[in-house]
């Protein structure tokens, strides 16, 4: 874990300006205004609650960069390093804001990145094209440098969670503990070594820890509450954990065996195994993100698990902790150098348990990178919580 981190530059964002320049130029649009408070913070460096009243960045493809903003955020504007700032009133005043804010620009061809239908018609009229594409995404889809190191640091402190899960679960367990205990006491100490090494040089920033923790058969809910159950002997537990830093995000997961671990638990982790290396595998070759979750997949088919699938093998992450790229049917985005995906395999069975693993993978020029370890330093059969 590295104290010597800092926030992203404002030569990151300016260079980040560029980038999207480049973008809207190969659309043939006059610039992009970014509605969306992920591509405000990649275009800007502010990272601003996104709320009912909109914010926005122009960046033209010629000429200086406009920040339209509330009045209420005026001082938060500073700093940035754009100079043209411009503020509205209040929301929901008299004159949409994001109305307002083409009419700044101008009768311009614009790429916007998101917009309310009930706007469309008025929007065509402020524009002389209007193009309704996320531009910003495909360019924040491949990180830079400065953005994969903020990825790399915070995938240990998801790692931080679940290796106090594994080293303290099963005492919490026996105790008497539930799945909100067990929780509580790891989400204080990662959160705690995350805000002790990084709260000085990060604050402002987004930051922090997201966790969930289910047993038995509630395990079978890819998506569920954690409640105030206790874990049962020969039960799996579950843990997916994201963490961020810097307002860039990673995630790792496992899934332990309380108690004693048998057979089918072995056989069901072997084959998530096989299903992660081949979801780093097909990234490494430089696959489509499709054709990244069919090989994937396939090793949960091919070992008979193919009835418990429930999702996608994996997501994009950055800015957002579930972008684009999907590794997922219907994405056919081919995987290149500078990419970061969830590798998330999955076995859902019912009213009976619930397997997750999770790896963050890097992609390289080389490769793949996995930043996040507790797989790969814990082996399935050390993946058991003693009561």
Not at 241 to 255: F, K
């Amino acid at each position: 874990m590295t104290g010597g981190l800092a926030p992203l530059s404002q030569t990151f964002h300016e260079e980040a300006r560029d980038r999207l320049r480049a973008k809207a130029s190969q659309a043939d649009l006059d610039g992009l205004l970014l509605l969306r408070a992920s591509n405000l913070a990649y275009a800007t460096g502010l990272f601003l609650s996104e709320n009912e009243r909109p914010m926005g960045v122009w960046v033209p493809v010629d000429g200086a960069p406009i920040l339209m903003l509330p009045d209420l955020e005026r001082e938060n504007a500073e700093g940035t390093g754009i100079e043209d700032l411009r503020f509205y009133n209040e929301y929901p005043g008299e004159h949409p804001a994001e109305l307002w804010m083409l009419d700044q620009i101008g009768p311009k061809s614009v790429g916007v990145d998101r917009l309310e239908a009930r706007f469309l018609d008025a929007a065509r009229e402020h524009c002389t094209r209007l193009d309704l594409t996320d531009h910003a995404i495909a360019v924040r889809a491949r990180k830079q440098p400065e953005e994969i190191a903020l990825t790399i640091e915070a995938a240990q402190y998801a790692d931080l969670f679940l290796r106090h899960l594994l080293d303290t679960g099963g005492d919490i367990i026996a105790d008497g503990g539930t799945e909100a205990d067990l929780m509580a006491a790891c989400l204080a100490h990662a959160r705690g070594a995350l805000l002790d090494t990084h709260k000085a040089n990060f604050a402002g920033t987004p930051m922090g820890i997201t966790a969930s923790v289910h047993s038995g058969p509630r395990a079978a809910l890819p998506h569920g509450a954690v409640l105030e159950r206790r874990p049962q002997p020969g039960e799996t537990l579950l843990a997916g954990i994201g963490a961020s830093l810097g307002g860039y995000h990673a995630e790792s997961g496992i899934t332990l065996v309380v108690g004693e671990m048998s057979a089918d638990h072995r056989s069901v982790m072997s084959a998530m195994a096989a299903c992660d290396a081949a979801g780093a595998a097909a990234c490494a070759a430089g696959k489509t993100c499709e054709e990244v979750n069919v090989a994937a997949l396939a090793e949960l088919r091919s070992a008979g698990l193919g009835d418990t699938i429930r999702h996608r093998i994996g997501h994009g992450m950055g800015l957002d902790g579930q972008e684009a790229p999907w590794l997922a049917t219907g994405d056919a985005t081919h995987v290149a150098d500078g990419m970061v995906f969830s590798n998330e395999p999955g076995v859902y069975r019912p009213g009976r348990d619930g397997y997750r693993t999770i790896n963050t993978m890097i992609v390289t020029e080389t490769g793949v990178t996995i930043p996040s370890r507790m797989q790969a330093d814990t082996p399935i059969d050390a993946r058991v919580l003693a009561i």
